[in-house]
């Protein structure tokens, strides 16, 4: 997504490998599967249809671009079956949610099938443009919709507040773009001050001014063709021999209130499930805790409420966080904050991976506040901000980047993978490395076998 008003490109997490546009024309004849007319089609219930690929054709409402270039993406999407269920396996927690917020506002469902196309449903997607999350937001149009960014959390990631955040915006461009949602949508990719500029130049020249006519970037072209693509499939799965992933009508997730700041760690053991699916449905906090400013919620599955309200009436706030985040002020020394929290500074070193006594002014350190809080359940964990010290002891080497260093480079030295560095640091593997950064690698015994990415 670009900015409100922006002149450039999309700023969109899309996988290297998906279709470029080769012509600005569209597609092919949109398919609406006769499938869509299951129990329910007739009385409009959500409750009523058998899963939810019927219940979100029984909503699309957008009109079809014919031509090449859908063609182009429809056959794309049908001859990479890796790609389309991994995407739907995604989907699959956060789908029910985007569609019931899609159709409390009226909207064409087709537009929850818009994450398919901005990131593929990964909530931790990061473009080279620093776009974030499923709907794939800059910081400044994040902020301008409401997101909270903060040390603690990034609303983009959150899956209900860059929803919420992402329709807003959606039907603002629908408004301004006098009711058509393919110039809307053309908007959201490039900017609506783009988009506005290619219709008053085709004005000035006597032409059309609509989607197809317009003189857009490649990207562009190819993003509304690209989601009538995925819709045609949705419609009619069996014309392009795709198999849909089964996603259950119902919600995968539900809020629940903690009242005070938590630990995730702590709500894993509660409830007894990984922290790794804890955080798929958590995307939007940067740490190991909830912002202790508020607000004082977090999704967990809806099978896992009881035992977490259960768990949190028998759990004392002070028991709830074992941590505290502390930013480092003109005159802090090391001794000083270690004295103030009531540990050692060693502690505090190893907790953040620093060497030596020196700190900076608005350094954020984590300060454990009991030795049982580098051991906690999920220690292991490396996409937990905080817990970098192993249940054994093992400490990671924090690398310092130097000039001319990638990742693959990197990893190469420490007899590491890619996979690893990147899932320890919360970075993409298409992330450009900078001068000095400091990179946190465990070269054994620690969290080394959880390798992979957040993103699932």
Same mark, same amino acid.
């Given at each position: ?23 600005? /024309? ?38 079809? @671009? ?7 993406? %429809? ?27 899609? %159709? ?106 609509? $989607? ?106 002070? %028991? ?20 103030? $929290?009531?540990? /050692?500074?060693? /502690? ?7 060497? #030596? ?29 905080? /817990? ?16 001319? %260093? ?7 030295? $420490? ?19 900078? @001068? ?7 070269? #054994? ?10 993103? #699932?």
């Amino acid at each position: 997504m670009a900015a409100p008003g922006a002149d450039g490109g999309a700023a969109i997490s899309r996988d290297p490998n998906l279709p470029r546009a080769q012509t600005d /024309t569209a597609s092919a004849e949109a398919a609406r599967s006769a499938e869509a007319d299951g129990p329910g089609a007739a009385t409009g219930l959500p409750q009523n249809y058998p899963d939810l690929w019927s219940r979100l054709r029984a909503g699309f409402a957008l009109s079809p @671009l014919e031509g090449s270039v859908v063609e182009q993406n %429809e056959q794309w999407f049908a001859n990479n079956p890796e790609f389309m269920q991994a995407m739907m396996e995604r989907a699959r927690l956060y789908l029910y949610y985007i569609v019931e917020e899609v %159709e409390k506002r009226g909207l064409p469902t087709e537009i929850a099938l818009l994450p398919a196309i901005e990131s593929a449903y990964k909530p931790y997607a990061y473009s080279r443009a620093r776009a974030s999350g499923l709907w794939q937001f800059m910081a400044p149009t994040g902020r301008l919709y409401g997101l909270k960014m903060n040390w603690w959390v990034d609303g983009r990631r959150d899956v209900e507040a860059a929803t919420q955040a992402a329709l807003d915006y959606l039907q603002k461009l629908h408004n301004e773009f006098n009711g058509d949602w393919h110039l809307a949508l053309a908007a959201y990719n490039a900017g609506e001050g783009k988009v506005g500029r290619m219709m008053e130049l085709n004005r000035r020249k006597g032409l059309p001014t609509s $989607y197809t006519h317009l003189k857009l970037k490649r990207e562009t072209r190819n993003y509304v063709p690209r989601l009538q693509a995925m819709a045609n499939i949705v419609a009619n799965p069996q014309k392009y021999g795709v198999q849909l992933a089964d996603i259950q009508n119902k919600p995968y997730f539900t809020r629940v209130e903690t009242g005070s700041q938590i630990d995730l760690g702590i709500v894993a053991k509660l409830t007894d499930m990984p922290l790794d699916d804890l955080q798929k449905i958590n995307p939007g906090l940067n740490r190991w805790a909830t912002d202790p400013e508020g607000p004082h919620t977090l999704l967990v599955p809806v099978e896992k409420k009881d035992a977490l309200v259960a768990g949190l009436n028998n759990l004392p706030a002070e %028991e709830r966080v074992q941590w505290r985040g502390h930013e480092v002020k003109r005159g802090d020394t090391m001794h000083d904050v270690a004295r103030r $929290y009531g540990v /050692t500074p060693e /502690t505090v070193r190893s907790a953040n991976g620093v060497k #030596g006594n020196i700190l900076q002014v608005g350094q954020n350190l984590m300060i454990p506040l009991s030795t049982r809080a580098l051991m906690p359940v999920i220690a292991g964990n490396p996409n937990r901000a905080v /817990t970098r010290v192993a249940a054994n002891g093992v400490q990671p080497v924090v690398h310092r980047v130097r000039a001319g %260093e990638t990742l693959w480079s990197i990893a190469r030295r $420490y007899g590491v993978l890619v996979s690893q560095i990147v899932h320890w640091n919360l970075l993409e593997t298409s992330d450009v490395l900078q @001068l000095g950064q400091r990179l946190k690698i465990w070269t #054994g015994g620690g969290p080394s076998a959880a390798i992979g990415s957040p993103n #699932g």
